[in-house]
């Protein structure tokens, strides 16, 4: 990984594609993993000063919903309205609500894991 590619997942990928409630934690998680991996010889120092860098960026590009995937901004709609985020159907429902077309809603909300239990990714097909 070089310190360009650092810089590109914390300011460019991260916010178009990982949504959560607390971007702090992401953005600080991802870099702390960094600075680690280039202390114990796994990256470069470029790479841990990038991701120290570029930290204050990545926290700002996360919170721009200009940067945000079609299907994160209509996740982060839903759950802003009190939409269950694991209730798939829910979700398409509130977009389709908001004025989304149902065939551009379900080219970016498919049918998938929904989160990630003890044993692996939960399906909406279980129980």
Do not use: C
Not at 4 to 18: G, I, K, N, S, W
Not at 24 to 47: F, P, Q, S
Request: zero cysteines.
């Amino acid at each position: 990984m070089s310190a360009a590619d650092v810089v590109d997942v914390l300011t460019e990928q991260f916010p178009h594609r990982v949504g959560t409630v607390d971007v702090a934690a992401i953005v600080d998680g991802a870099v702390a993993l960094l600075v680690w991996a280039a202390k114990h010889a796994k990256a470069t120092r470029e790479v841990e000063y990038a991701a120290r860098s570029a930290r204050r960026k990545a926290l700002a590009a996360m919170n721009h919903e200009r940067l945000w995937s079609p299907g994160k901004a209509m996740l982060a709609s839903a759950i802003g309205d009190g939409v269950d985020p694991a209730d798939l159907e829910a979700v398409r429902a509130h977009a389709v609500r908001r004025g989304h077309a149902p065939d551009f809603v379900a080219e970016f909300l498919p049918p998938g894991p929904t989160w990630l239990g003890h044993r692996g990714w939960r399906w909406l097909e279980q129980p």
